[in-house]
């Protein structure tokens, strides 16, 4: 039985006073719900902790609304619009190449030109044996099929097509391999009589990988989708001898045979975009939906290039998926103006259905030209997006990764109820490729206060938007002015957003990081700011966000790093900017050269603590240790019991860290859940996992910059949770206070470089 619930998403995810919002609310728990605002303070429901605060905040949402079902129409596909030109085809052929990947999930749509209303048109698919089909659909029930019978061979290449000759009456289909080698099955023909009068339907929209249902070209619902690659499809005037089809599936429209042709569908133009792009004299040109997968390799690709803008003939091809999603399309149920002297920092639509509710998070930036705070806490939405609905359940080693009996909440629950709502970064889609574009137009049921990570430490079990909240909770105990900006405001706005703030603050885990974020955190520090890591493993993975879509980003998880799938090969560029992906630290940027740490190692059972060094005692960080006479810090939190867990970072001068960087302190204790990261390793051997490897430390790291700036890094994703122990009076607490406290004083940091002495 279906579990009830109330959950929704908004337009946007940071906006300023005054701005208007909008809500998208689906409800299956009450026939009402009431909607209120709220400001975020603490989203942790540990009763160890400062407890769970949320202001309410009075606006125009307060209000009880009536409730109803929306539903998600995920799985992608291209639509072309109706068009005159299929109109007027009487006989007609259409082929293209396909790489399936679930051949026998059931019956998959290739290319149809159909009208659901009147259960007719024409439809080439993938049937429920995996074999190649055709249908003709005439409006009144008539209806022929015919299949190869032969199973398409997954995740292999192959042509197919289909003929309907009006004149003799006859469909006919062919499958065959299309391989360099010359292996695998061989060709296929098949036909069969018409004995009816068919003809396409008038004003029917073609669509690829996928059959329209409804809606609009814009907003189609689509049924039967297709699981794999499609390459060159084409569509024809007349019957295609098996000549044409060979002069048809080369990249360039061939001049004799050009009348012939009535759409040349090219995937290879316009990856980074939506459009697709016909190159006959029609110029039928088509809309992805749903951001099926593009910079996707050919069956032409060879592997001599490996990115799409240096041969795009060799990525013409388009991998669709049948849980795709970009944006759920639900109706609005809610739109005001956030109240006009509202104040920044995090925010929520708080909703509540019966027993049932949901709180959807925002964050409210300044406006231009308000008065800008002097602290500047950076909400990682990237790295909120990245982990967007993961989902535990079918995750085969979060119970080896975690070291415990995974506990499941509703919101697992419901995320594996309900795949149409889109998974993380870190699934794998329904056919085993790996996911790589991720959307906030949709519900994320694990990007809510108060929810309960499976893969947090013991204890209060928070990661990512929730630990977040540990800080918030902070800044309001001390009184500290700040600001709230996301990533996403940080993307578009770079260095001239940071240079407005003395000093800017990280989460927990500000892990994913486009270029722009990259040059303007880096332009910040380099400038004089001064920048205050509070979490681990950050600025680790590339990616980028969509030129034009807004809210979506895309990650290529190519090694060697710490990653649940793998890129292919040859797919590792990503399509939204063409820049290849991976870590950071592939590209010659590593985390230690922009934090001074870098990803070290990762477990989720118990945190440890720091041990202070002797760096600790020099007169540069004596602000830092003002009032903290004590050798251990951080024996204590809600994050698994210490400072230093969850994902640590340790400092590495080969990698960047500067040679006058201070090491304060470092961890000690970490269990065997403690692995090295892939990264720091050529050869895998026994001793990978502390205690026995010594570098798996978190490093809590001061340096200045030769701008008058610095950075304190922490290096550890657990460090926010021990803020509030002993009611926020405790050396966690203490020190990230000095350290904020001397960031905002404008006097310049000095540092002889040249006689800079042991960091150690």
Not at 15 to 40: D, H, I, N, P, Y
Not at 521 to 530: P, Q
Not at 601 to 620: H, I, V
Request: proline share 6%; net charge negative.
């Amino acid at each position: 039985m279906a579990l009830p619930y109330i959950t929704g998403y908004l337009d946007k995810i940071s906006v300023t006073r005054g701005e208007q919002l909008k809500v998208m609310v689906s409800c299956t728990a009450a026939s009402q719900f009431r909607a209120s605002l709220v400001r975020t303070i603490c989203g942790d429901l540990n009763p160890e902790g400062p407890g769970f605060r949320e202001i309410e905040i009075p606006s125009d949402a307060d209000g009880v609304y009536p409730a109803r079902e929306q539903v998600c129409n995920a799985g992608s596909c291209v639509v072309v619009a109706p068009n005159e030109r299929f109109d007027a085809l009487s006989s007609f052929s259409v082929q293209m190449h396909i790489w399936p990947t679930t051949p026998l999930k059931g019956e998959q749509a290739l290319l149809c030109i159909w009208d659901e209303a009147s259960k007719s048109g024409f439809r080439l698919v993938i049937d429920a044996n995996g074999a190649l089909a055709a249908h003709c659909s005439k409006a009144g029930g008539d209806s022929v099929s015919i299949a190869t019978d032969m199973p398409l061979m997954e995740r292999q290449w192959h042509l197919v097509a289909a003929s309907y000759d009006a004149q003799e009456a006859i469909l006919s289909i062919r499958q065959e391999p299309y391989s360099r080698t010359g292996a695998g099955e061989r060709p296929v023909l098949a036909r069969t009589p018409v004995s009816f009068d068919f003809g396409l339907p008038k004003a029917a929209a073609l669509t690829l990988a996928a059959r329209m249902t409804g809606g609009t070209p814009d907003a189609p619902r689509t049924a039967d989708h297709f699981n794999g690659k499609i390459e060159k499809p084409r569509l024809l005037d007349g019957v295609a001898s098996r000549l044409d089809m060979e002069k048809f599936r080369g990249e360039a429209l061939p001049a004799d045979v050009a009348a012939q042709c009535v759409a040349f569908w090219d995937f290879s133009v316009g990856i980074d975009g939506e459009r697709v792009t016909d190159r006959s004299r029609h110029r039928l040109h088509g809309t992805t939906i749903n951001l099926p997968a593009r910079g996707m390799t050919g069956s032409n690709w060879t592997g001599e290039d490996v990115s799409w803008r240096a041969a795009p003939a060799h990525y013409g091809a388009i991998h669709f998926h049948d849980d795709d999603i970009y944006d759920a399309r639900w109706e609005a149920d809610i739109a005001f103006d956030l109240p006009s002297d509202i104040k920044s920092g995090f925010y929520a639509i708080r909703l509540i259905a019966g027993d049932d509710e949901d709180r959807i998070p925002f964050f409210v930036k300044p406006r231009q030209g308000d008065r800008r705070a002097p602290i500047c806490l950076v909400a990682s939405t990237a790295t909120y997006l990245a982990y967007a609905n993961l989902n535990p359940v079918p995750f085969p080693i979060a119970e080896l990764l975690s070291s415990r009996v995974i506990v499941l909440h509703k919101a697992n629950l419901l995320i594996d109820e309900h795949p149409e709502w889109g998974p993380s970064l870190y699934d794998v889609h329904s056919d085993g490729s790996g996911v790589c574009y991720s959307s906030r137009l949709r519900p994320i049921l694990n990007f809510r206060p108060g929810y309960i990570s499976s893969f947090g430490a013991k204890g209060s079990n928070l990661r990512e938007f929730n630990a977040d909240t540990h800080i918030t909770d902070w800044l309001e105990s001390q009184g500290l002015d700040y600001d709230v900006v996301t990533d996403d405001d940080l993307h578009a706005e770079g260095f001239r957003l940071l240079s407005q703030y003395a000093t800017v603050v990280t989460g927990s885990h500000p892990e994913y990081f486009s270029a722009e974020m990259w040059e303007a955190t880096k332009s910040y520090v380099d400038a004089g700011g001064r920048l205050a890591v509070l979490g681990g493993n950050g600025f680790y993975w590339r990616i980028a966000y969509h030129p034009v879509l807004p809210g979506v980003m895309e990650v290529r998880r190519n090694g060697p790093a710490i990653r649940t799938w793998e890129t292919q090969p040859g797919e590792e560029f990503h399509s939204f900017d063409g820049k290849r992906g991976g870590l950071w630290r592939a590209h010659g940027r590593p985390p230690q050269s922009i934090g001074g740490v870098g990803f070290i190692s990762e477990g989720f059972d118990l945190s440890a603590f720091y041990r202070r060094t002797a760096a600790s005692e020099d007169p540069r960080a004596a602000f830092i240790f003002d009032g903290v006479d004590d050798e251990i810090i951080g024996d204590f939190g809600l994050q698994g019991g210490g400072a230093a867990g969850i994902e640590i970072d340790h400092a590495d001068t080969s990698l960047g860290t500067p040679v006058h960087a201070l090491i304060l302190a470092s961890s000690e204790g970490h269990t065997e859940a403690f692995r090295l990261v892939n990264e720091e390793m050529s050869i895998t051997v026994p001793t990978v996992t502390a205690p026995v490897e010594a570098r798996i430390q978190a490093d809590m790291v001061f340096f200045e910059t030769a701008g008058g700036g610095a950075v304190f890094n922490v290096g550890s994703i657990a460090w926010p949770g021990s803020l509030s122990h002993n009611n926020y009076d405790n050396n966690i607490s203490r020190i990230t206070g000095n350290v904020l406290r001397r960031f905002v004083d404008p006097t310049p940091f000095v540092h002889n470089w040249l006689t800079a002495g042991d960091n150690k």
